[in-house]
């Protein structure tokens, strides 16, 4: 129960808001079934997106402030060389992210057969901001890689503004 305490309760329940806004995306883009399609004349996606991407971003800025103080505490108690584990695990779950929203991209590629510049695709003339495609503005990948890449900001942070050097 003590460990329960020490959880930062509004932040983690803004997290798991941010991961239903990316469920409420996934639900509200429609998959592309060769042969059927939609009209285009409307996306619903787009009346949750816009509120996800603006909770994402305050999201990334409270894991910055969150960490970097966070950080600043555990640099005591850890000592350098698990200290120095965090920029490099944030830079790899980076990466990681990266290369995963690089394969939904591909994937989806493929799906709609082309995007919205080729003749051939179920997007043609849809324009960016269709109902194939929400998924791509925001998805567990790019919640992934702004969490991981605020951690690193803040570790950069705390590490910079904090660090003996600098006193």
């Known amino acids: 129960m003590s460990r329960l305490k020490r959880i930062n309760k509004p932040y983690?329940?803004?997290?798991?808001?941010?991961?239903?806004?990316?469920?409420?995306?996934?639900?509200?883009?429609f998959q592309h079934e060769p042969g059927r399609g939609v009209s285009g004349n409307g996306n619903l996606g787009l009346l949750v997106l816009a509120p996800s991407l603006l909770t994402?971003?305050?999201?990334?800025?409270?894991t910055t402030n969150l960490s970097k103080w966070?950080?600043?505490d555990q640099r005591q108690r850890w000592g350098g060389k698990i200290y120095a584990c965090v920029p490099f695990a944030a830079l790899l779950l980076c990466v990681l992210s990266v290369a995963w929203e690089l394969h939904t991209i591909n994937d989806l590629h493929l799906q709609l057969n082309g995007f919205t510049n080729d003749p051939d695709s179920a997007v043609y003339r849809f324009g960016?901001?269709?109902?194939?495609?929400?998924?791509l503005f925001y998805n567990v990948p790019i919640l992934l890689f702004g969490l991981s890449f605020s951690?690193?900001?803040?570790?950069?942070m705390e590490w910079k503004l904090r660090s003996p050097r600098s006193t």
């Open 70 to 72: 966070w950080l600043y």
């Open 128 to 135: 960016w901001l269709n109902q194939y495609i929400n998924t």
């Open 151 to 156: 951690i690193l900001t803040g570790w950069l």
């Open 56 to 62: 994402f971003l305050i999201l990334c800025i409270w």
């Open 12 to 29: 983690f329940i803004f997290l798991i808001w941010n991961v239903l806004m990316i469920g409420a995306v996934r639900g509200l883009t």
